[in-house]
């Protein structure tokens, strides 16, 4: 019994799901694992944050990360994507570009009302870096929608 998703079906779940978990790696060794919205696209993982953040700080340090794509509510239904990472930050220019409409496009509905949003975290997401995460492993895919449950 293969759990494993097919290519077309990790590909689907990359692209469609709506929030991806990361894990960066703390100077002690210990994982930070939080949740972010992403794109997958030509094969890599990109997001988005504000370049004082904790998270960049950490890649700053340590370029390798582990990134976690999942869907479902009930056990049966759960299916995942998980890959180890090297975080790229990228420079100005065509590649972030695309990123930002792209990250923009997939999100335009999930954005707060900014008009009341609090200065100080206007201030603190004014600037931002994107990331491209790209595979630096075998990715691991599981879709227990494929167990064949006894019958009742």
């Given at each position: 019994?293969?759990?494993?998703?097919?290519?077309?079906?990790?590909?689907?779940?990359?692209?469609?799901?709506?929030?991806?978990?990361?894990?960066?790696?703390?100077?002690?060794?210990?994982?930070?694992?939080?949740?972010?919205?992403?794109?997958?696209?030509?094969?890599?993982?990109?997001?988005?944050?504000?370049p004082?953040?904790?998270?960049?700080?950490?890649?700053?340090?340590?370029?390798?990360?582990?990134?976690?794509?999942?869907?479902?509510?009930?056990?049966?239904?759960?299916?995942a994507?998980?890959?180890?990472?090297?975080?790229?930050?990228?420079?100005?220019g065509?590649?972030?570009?695309?990123?930002?409409?792209?990250?923009?496009?997939?999100?335009?509905?999930?954005?707060?009302?900014?008009?009341?949003?609090?200065?100080?975290?206007?201030?603190?997401?004014?600037?931002?870096?994107?990331?491209?995460?790209?595979?630096?492993?075998?990715?691991?895919?599981?879709?227990?929608?494929?167990i064949?449950?006894?019958?009742?």
């Amino acid at each position: 019994m293969g759990l494993q998703l097919t290519d077309s079906e990790r590909e689907a779940l990359l692209t469609n799901a709506h929030t991806a978990m990361i894990t960066t790696v703390r100077r002690d060794g210990w994982p930070v694992t939080l949740p972010i919205w992403f794109v997958w696209t030509d094969g890599c993982f990109y997001v988005r944050t504000p370049p004082s953040s904790a998270k960049m700080k950490r890649i700053r340090h340590d370029d390798r990360c582990c990134v976690l794509v999942e869907a479902g509510k009930a056990w049966v239904d759960l299916a995942a994507v998980e890959f180890p990472a090297r975080a790229v930050k990228l420079d100005a220019g065509p590649e972030s570009e695309r990123v930002a409409e792209l990250l923009d496009e997939k999100y335009a509905d999930f954005q707060p009302p900014w008009d009341r949003v609090p200065d100080v975290v206007l201030r603190s997401y004014a600037e931002q870096v994107y990331l491209r995460m790209e595979p630096a492993g075998p990715m691991i895919s599981w879709d227990n929608s494929k167990i064949r449950l006894k019958p009742q």
